[in-house]
């Protein structure tokens, strides 16, 4: 489980920010250089502000594996991992369209396990992650929104 929450500490989320940017960059794909930076950004403004608006400690249902500083509502893991693996798997399936009916069900996957590792860890309740899921798919939604429509502004000035 320690691995798995892993998968969405900021460390391991920088790398993989950082690596996508590079490769968009390489591709010259600088709108989804934009996006993506929008929606990591506007994922750590939305959890660290609903943080600090709630104040909710964290469980102390049993000793955690992790020592954790910050409040626990909404839970970041949760809401940055269906941000950052929820794009990265539209953007992916986006470009290989035949490939979208395995990259979707094994981001679901994936963004379950971390919630739930959270939740095996014991630093979250279980309403910290289901918050910090609707939060995240709520923004994630924004932020394709404003892809498309990006798309969308791009086709009608080139005259498409």
Same mark, same amino acid.
């Given at each position: 489980m !320690?691995?798995? &929450? $892993?998968?969405? @500490?900021? =460390?391991?989320?920088?790398v993989i920010v950082m690596l996508t940017t590079a490769c968009f960059l390489w *591709? *010259?794909?600088?709108? =989804? +250089?934009?996006?993506l930076t929008l929606a990591c950004l506007g994922a750590l403004i939305l959890n660290e502000g609903m943080k !600090?608006?709630? $104040?909710r400690p964290r469980p102390t249902l049993w000793p955690s594996l992790l020592h954790e500083t910050t409040? %626990?509502?909404? $839970?970041?893991h949760a809401l940055g991992s269906i941000v950052l693996y929820g794009l990265l798997a539209y953007f992916y399936a986006s470009y290989r369209p035949?490939?979208?009916? #395995?990259?979707?069900?094994? $981001? +679901?996957?994936?963004? #379950?396990?971390?919630g739930f590792s959270?939740? /095996? !860890? %014991?630093?979250? /309740?279980? &309403? @910290?992650?289901?918050? %910090? /899921?609707i939060l995240g798919w709520l923004w994630l939604v924004v932020c394709i929104w404003l892809f498309e429509l990006q798309k969308i502004r791009a086709a009608s000035?080139? #005259? &498409?």
């Open positions: !320690l691995s798995i &929450t $892993s998968l969405c @500490d900021p =460390e391991f989320v920088v *591709r *010259r794909k600088l709108t =989804e +250089v934009a996006i !600090l608006l709630f $104040s409040f %626990g509502f909404p $839970s970041g035949h490939h979208a009916k #395995g990259i979707y069900p094994c $981001s +679901v996957l994936l963004i #379950g396990l971390i959270r939740l /095996y !860890l %014991g630093v979250h /309740y279980p &309403t @910290d992650i289901i918050a %910090g /899921y000035s080139n #005259g &498409t």
